[in-house]
């Protein structure tokens, strides 16, 4: 069994059976020394210098991003989203939902974010832009220097989903002016699903504190911050996957640090694409995060099949798209903990799959 | 080191190591069987034989809480709480929070529950009794039949946390016409921290579908219960804690099923408080769950110290009180991968801890 899905990934060994070496209880220093040490680091590879500016929530990714809406938006607020996939669309139903109002940059498929598409929002009322900085669904990774000038310059709070991009592309909040970034466990850290982490800056925290009430209470970022200076959450926290990222942060350290990990994310993705390319598959044109690669279908073969052979005679599994390209778009995961001998496996049974959906497909058509 | 806390427990070997043996992607129908076979073993475990009326979150018990809350009240209904400790008193302030109306029954420190305290809410206009089963904070175990009788008598919805009940005491949705019982993973099931369960009655499931909006969209259990026949979630779920509930069902099933793991547990239990009662241990009077001891201390001997004495010199970990008993009491749990062997170290150890702490106390009051 391989995983090259987009989440949870291929873990690490070490880290896999890291409750087997037991664990404290979460009630204790010892544990809160091992969860700000971790956070530290953390927040490091972030690029976020600001003390006790990260939060860890027992929940997954959605619910760091309706968090998000409910204790960094309000009434006077205007949000702006970059719509390019069902990330970006889910951005837009939770603001929907909360009754903040927002527009949206739609992206059709294929379409690349460009300086063009942020042209008609420039010098308007919008206070935040919100965007899945890779926008996991197609793969396409926007452009972080053109967003940020654009929150710059128009004095809005730049708020990113990195959950498909924190380790495996190029981020830094400082540099970038980020105000909010969420990740989670289970992409580039490989670590159980279960957990997610939200890291502010300074301005950012500052209008959290000044929001009166969140929808719920669970999600209210203000008992987070409270806590974490002594490294404590208001609720039971994911105790074990706090385990498990300090094991990572050790492997992430053992590679160089961020540089090194990114390095072999990039290398892996490139070894990928190359091969793919070598028996003719097709890769869309617009930019690409080295988290995944998106591959493309002709009408003559469904994705959707090709992905079932490859889990059910392979034991190899990658990720349908879902949504409109369910049966033309297959994803190939390069963050777990896979070697270019698995990608070269993955390569070979894609190329027999393949073949074998387009045979059954002939044989239906000719009946 | 050794766990006796309230959650997370002492885990199992299997279950510690069940990441190792690799897990499929949750978006495939091998997970989708994985989820199905064993909510429906919980489920009955849980009493209840409603199909596909056992729901998982990714998030902690309060998280759970704090969504029935949401899910299952409206403007129409008015709560009654049993507020016999920090949990009940988490339920009223979740109900507050959200602008439900509630009344409670606040019982003061060593108040047993009688049906004398329900006698003022009989015949009025309360739609729901809310109440934490097993009250974790004290350890005490309300009379669910008086509480069941007193629900039905009434014509009210029964919600029960039992969290902290569930595979340690006898509990039984259907013999008790409960409605909606809340369970964690890391207390009986003894896994990670990081999955809360929700199971209901089908007048619940009604009720809940009926509801319009839920405050937050995470939360939304009508989004869970759609997703629930073909065993997935609208989120990420905590996969790999499924995995680990997978294995400790047939650890359940070893023992002889609900029965055998309650025999298991209660006779840990009863080992427990006649040694500690050997020692000279104080044991509250008022009706305990065989899921913890809480164990009272004199002025002359500080709780507190002595749990940091167990954990720093002899790596126990047991649980303090927290609020105004956190220095009177300290408690012991009995559901995790413990032995009759771990408890006699147990004894001899904190019968040591409670000797230096004495000495400690002594010489700070000669001086």
């Known amino acids: 069994m391989k995983l090259f899905t987009i989440g949870p990934v291929e873990m690490y060994p070490s880290t896999k059976i890291i409750r087997d070496k037991g664990f404290v209880h979460f009630r204790s220093n010892e544990f809160s020394e091992i969860v700000n040490f971790s956070l530290s680091k953390l927040s490091s590879l972030l690029g976020n210098s600001v003390k006790n500016s990260l939060i860890y929530l027992s929940a997954s990714g959605t619910a760091a991003m309706e968090a998000t809406v409910e204790n960094c938006m309000d009434d006077n607020d205007k949000a702006l989203v970059i719509n390019g996939g069902a990330f970006g669309h889910r951005f837009c139903e939770l603001l929907k939902y909360h009754n903040i109002r927002f527009d949206s940059i739609d992206l059709k498929w294929n379409e690349e974010l460009t300086k063009e598409h942020l042209l008609p929002y420039e010098n308007k009322d919008y206070t935040s832009l919100f965007v899945n900085i890779h926008e996991t669904h197609t793969g396409q990774l926007y452009d972080i220097k053109m967003l940020s000038d654009f ?30 970034t969420i990740i989670s466990s289970q992409k580039g850290l490989c670590l159980s699903p279960g957990c997610a982490f939200v890291s502010f800056s300074k301005k950012m925290i500052d209008k959290i504190n000044s929001k009166d009430k969140v929808s719920s209470k ?93 889990k059910d005679k392979y034991k190899i599994f990658v990720n349908p798209c879902g949504g409109d390209m369910a049966n033309k778009l297959l994803r190939v995961s390069h963050i777990g903990n896979t070697t270019t001998d698995d990608i070269d496996n993955l390569i070979e049974k894609l190329q027999l799959s393949i073949n074998e959906v387009k045979e059954k497909e002939l044989i239906y058509d000719r009946k």
């Open 151 to 180: 929150c710059k310059r128009n004095n809005m709070y730049f708020i990113v989903d990195a959950i498909s991009a924190f380790l495996a592309d190029e981020y830094d909040m400082e540099k970038y002016g980020v105000d909010l």
């Open 218 to 310: 669970y999600f209210d970022f203000k008992d987070y911050l409270i806590n974490i200076p002594r490294g404590q959450t208001p609720y039971t926290p994911p105790v074990c996957i706090m385990y498990e990222l300090q094991d990572m942060l050790n492997i992430i350290e053992r590679e160089g640090g961020k540089d090194g990990r990114l390095r072999n994310v990039k290398a892996k993705c490139e070894y990928f694409r190359k091969k793919a390319k070598e028996i003719g598959l097709k890769i869309p044109n617009y930019p690409l995060s080295n988290m995944l690669t998106p591959v493309e279908f002709d009408d003559d073969t469904n994705a959707y099949d090709v992905i079932q052979v490859l």
